[in-house]
């Protein structure tokens, strides 16, 4: 027909992705690496949530592998053509965040016209995609996520991006000019590497052989993974990573319709750390990692609201300073509560029973320096069922007054007007007038003040 005919060609018209050149040009590169993919997915921009995501081409079982990624593939210090230098000075590069190495790496590869991984690296020519609220300005940080946590983390990055790119990075740069360009290798560039890293790396799990929580243990670098990197992530997801000695395998969780989306995970994540990692949320209410944090401070706040006399606020003193000592609190230590109930409860546990002792058995505690352990998974289940959502009812009376005091301050003090927020939603078409950063904004709010608000519910009357 003479109207088809004249037609514009759109993407999607005919194979899937076919009039995306990078990423044609990826899945050539793919086929020469061995990377293999499943003929039951594909890549594509359209009908995924965001940009690029896989597909299901027709119905996939449970245990399908959709690709594979040989090791080789894998870019990192350890591939790098920057391997040598990397691995030789590796004492000049250590950093509080271990990513140093990798972003040295990103940096060669990135714009080296002859990289390996070029046609893995050209699917992004910028990365003005990336909007994390590190891109964001300050003055709209604080406007739209106060009270979140969101804007203390953007800040600690940013003096550390800068800190380490300074201190670290461009000494060695200097010494490298065969291979690094200040430049070209800029600040500017090194941020949006980190926010890529953020977003698109993978840590392999360290192999834990005793099959203990070994807190020493040291974590692996970060890696980017082609193509498990295309696939978008949500709480309720249906893809997985394996690590297998030769190859990473991302394998089909449960089946799969013909026309899904394929999901993978990039961990538990709250929506305020999905943001702030990633730059974008899940709409309330879907995320059922969702979290609020009640600093810990605010509980020993609560508790000098609830003390009568000078004789008690010594005491508190003195308990929270065991409490600190104990590690349960701690100045930048929080509190954190899930849809379900708390998820620090040995630390919350310890610290309202410690704050709620009469001063008979504080002393004794003094005395003892501490209480003997418990049997450890018998004293763990229980305090996590007192935690739970349906035990906090049953608390005694003043560890639940406690609770309470500190939710109504977190909410006064950071969520305010939590009605406003919540009307947005009732009125019809007001969420679509809202700009992608403010929605995100409100879905983090929102869930944060929802946990809350339930958490003041169920700890409302002070008795049991
Ligand atoms: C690992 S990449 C996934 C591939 C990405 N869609 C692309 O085209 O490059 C992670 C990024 O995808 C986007 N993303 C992943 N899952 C999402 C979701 N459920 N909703 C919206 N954006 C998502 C975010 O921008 C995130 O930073």
Do not use: C, F, I, N
């Given at each position: 027909m003479a109207a088809d005919a004249k037609r514009p060609k759109r993407e999607?018209?005919?194979?899937?992705?076919?009039?995306?050149e990078p990423l044609q040009t990826f899945l050539r590169w793919c086929g020469e690496v061995r990377l293999k993919l499943s003929d039951k997915v594909y890549l594509s921009k359209?009908?995924?949530?965001?940009e690029y995501g896989m597909l299901a081409k027709e119905d996939i079982e449970q245990g399908h592998v959709l690709f594979s990624i040989p090791r080789n593939a894998l870019l990192h210090q350890g591939t790098s053509t920057t391997k040598k230098v990397l691995e030789e000075e590796k004492g000049c590069l250590?950093?509080?965040?271990?990513?140093v190495p990798l972003l040295l790496a990103l940096m060669y590869e990135y714009t080296c016209a002859e990289s390996y991984w070029k046609p893995y690296l050209s699917l992004w020519p910028d990365f003005r995609k990336l909007d994390h609220p590190m891109f964001w300005s300050k003055e709209e940080r604080e406007r739209l996520?106060?009270?979140?946590g969101i804007p203390e983390a953007v800040d600690t990055d940013l003096t550390n991006i800068q800190k380490e790119y300074n201190d670290t990075v461009l000494p060695f740069m200097r010494s490298h000019p065969e291979l690094w360009d200040p430049e070209r290798h800029s600040l500017e560039l090194y941020q949006s590497l980190v926010a890529f890293v953020m977003a698109y790396s993978f840590q392999e799990p360290v192999e834990d052989e005793d099959d203990n929580d070994d807190e020493n243990e040291v974590p692996n670098p970060p890696m980017m993974v082609p193509m498990a990197d295309m696939l978008n992530h949500v709480c309720n997801h249906n893809a997985n990573l394996e690590y297998t000695p030769d190859c990473l395998k991302m394998v089909a969780v449960r089946p799969i319709r013909k026309g899904e989306e394929i999901f993978n995970t990039?961990?538990?994540?709250a929506n305020w750390q999905l943001l702030h990692m990633y730059g974008f949320t899940e709409p309330f209410p879907t995320n059922s990692n969702d979290t609020a944090d009640i600093k810990t401070s605010t509980v020993y706040t609560a508790a000098v609201q609830e003390t009568q006399s000078e004789a008690e606020q010594h005491h508190l003193v003195e308990k929270w300073k065991m409490l600190c000592e104990m590690e349960m609190?701690?100045?930048k230590g929080v509190f954190v509560f899930g849809k379900n109930g708390s998820l620090t409860d040995t630390e919350l546990y310890t610290t309202l029973k410690v704050l709620c002792m009469s001063k008979e058995e504080f002393k004794e505690l003094q005395a003892n320096e501490g209480w003997q352990e418990d049997d450890g998974d018998d004293e763990d289940s229980k305090m996590a069922q007192a935690l739970s959502l349906e035990g906090l009812p049953a608390l005694a009376p003043e560890w639940k007054r406690l609770l309470h005091v500190a939710a109504n301050l977190t909410m006064d003090q950071y969520l305010e007007d939590m009605d406003s927020d919540c009307r947005l939603l009732e009125e019809p078409g007001a969420l679509a007038k809202l700009s992608p950063r403010e929605r995100n904004a409100l879905n983090v709010r929102l869930g944060q003040k929802s946990i809350l608000h339930h958490l003041q519910q169920l700890t409302q009357h002070g008795t049991a």
């Open positions: 999607g018209d005919g194979a899937p992705g076919a009039a995306d359209e009908r995924t949530v965001a250590e950093s509080s965040s271990g990513w996520l106060k009270g979140t990039y961990g538990q994540m609190v701690g100045e």
